[in-house]
């Protein structure tokens, strides 16, 4: 527990300090955000407004995680180093902000609000995704457990759904195009919901708190853990530092939300957007809680499917809305309400979602026990 309190407080110091200082740079070298034509027309006097700010947060994260390791050992040499749970999930946030970067500095750098085209951009996410889902199935602890499993999960691996049943080759691959489905839906629900300022990042604060309660419990609950209660316990490698990562992520982003809150001096771009996203499909996969995920994130699950309605609607009617636009945050926009008003009403949504996803969790373990 020291070490969550160290870590999330580093983070929260990081990017609170970190984030007007990287606002300085963009605004020297003049690297502002280009609002797409097609979007709310309050929208325009964002223009220029820095971007790139997932830079800040994940430079936090990547800082806050290798010093609390650090001073945990300079504490206690016989403290536990790094776990692999937790370094694969900072490859994939890692590798899915340097494809929102890319995304980012190409529209800057052309000044358009487009920037990688959807073939490049979902190659460069299955390249990075594919990576993370064969190496998360190698790494056995002592025990043997992997960071991630073959089985399909929902609170915990559902042994009649395992993707291996036809062999070890044949599951390998259809845990990485599972993995990679997950991934994919993560990364767009989350780059989706980042429309006004705030939204995303205060969404993502309460999900990534979900992850630290649930690795906190995961972690006394463990199979063969002295404080095992009943028959519910987890088989879940390195819970308690996926537990310090998600505390770390949740305590950034508040940092970050400092400033990106409205009206927003800093937007978190694709780079944050796709970071977040990246790493909340990785807690979901290595905690085995995909399913879950629908829950917990259902804030995003919302908002992408008001996109898949506004899209099928369109094409179904030829040419008629279902919403006035899409994401669904920009219809009540244009509904008349204030920004911080569908920003805070949609934070009330995003964290009765995670309430459920975690009463589900706790739920579970009580009708086991």
């Known amino acids: 527990m020291i070490a969550l309190l160290i870590g999330a407080g580093l983070a929260l110091l990081l990017a609170l300090v970190g984030t007007p200082l990287f606002i300085r740079l963009l605004v020297r070298k003049s690297y502002g955000q280009f609002i797409r034509d ?63 970067f890319l995304d980012d500095f190409i529209k800057i750098s ?20 594919i990576i993370f889902a064969v190496m998360a199935l190698y790494f056995p602890d002592p025990d043997g457990l992997t960071p991630a499993s073959t089985k399909i999960s929902l609170v915990r691996d559902i042994p009649w759904l395992d993707l291996a049943f036809g062999g070890t080759v044949l ?11 997950i991934v994919t839906a993560a990364t767009n629900g989350v780059n989706l919901t980042d429309g006004l300022d705030g939204l995303a990042a205060g969404a993502a604060v309460m999900v990534f708190g979900a992850y630290t309660l649930m690795g ?3 972690s006394n609950q463990a199979c063969g853990s002295p404080r095992q209660a ?62 879950l995920l629908a829950f917990i994130g259902g804030l995003f699950v ?53 309430a459920a996803g975690l009463g589900i969790f706790y739920a579970e373990w009580v009708v086991l026990l």
């Not at 971007?51 to 650090?70: F, I, R």
């Not at 599951?171 to 489905?181: E, K, M, P, Y």
């Not at 898949?308 to 179904?316: A, E, H, N």
């Open 38 to 100: 097609d979007g709310p027309t309050s929208h325009h006097t964002k223009r220029g407004t820095p971007t790139m700010g997932g830079t800040v947060v994940v430079g936090a994260v990547l800082l806050s995680y290798g010093l609390t390791h650090l001073i945990m050992w300079l504490m206690n040499p016989r403290s536990a180093g790094p776990s692999a749970s937790a370094l694969l999930l900072l490859f994939l946030m890692v590798g899915m902000g340097l494809v929102g």
């Open 171 to 181: 599951g390998a691959i259809l845990f990485v195009l599972w993995s990679n489905l």
């Open 302 to 354: 919302l908002i992408t499917l008001s996109v898949i309605i506004q899209v099928g609607y369109f094409k179904v009617t030829k040419g008629k809305r279902f919403f006035k636009m899409a994401p669904l945050q920009h219809h009540f926009e244009l509904k008349g309400w204030a920004e911080v008003t569908v920003v805070v009403r949609f934070w009330i949504l995003a964290g009765l979602f995670v």
């Open 216 to 218: 906190i419990w995961q």
């Open 230 to 291: 009943g028959s519910g316990c987890y088989s879940v490698r390195d819970p308690l530092d996926l537990a310090l990562l998600a505390a770390i992520m949740s305590a950034a982003l508040v940092g970050f939300l400092w400033w990106n809150t409205s009206p927003a001096k800093i937007f978190m771009g694709d780079t944050g957007s796709l970071a977040i996203g990246g790493a909340i499909a990785g807690f979901a996969i290595l905690s085995r809680t995909e399913l």
């Open 110 to 129: 052309r000044q358009r609000s487009l920037g990688l085209n959807a073939k490049a951009k979902l190659i460069l996410q299955a390249a990075v995704g």
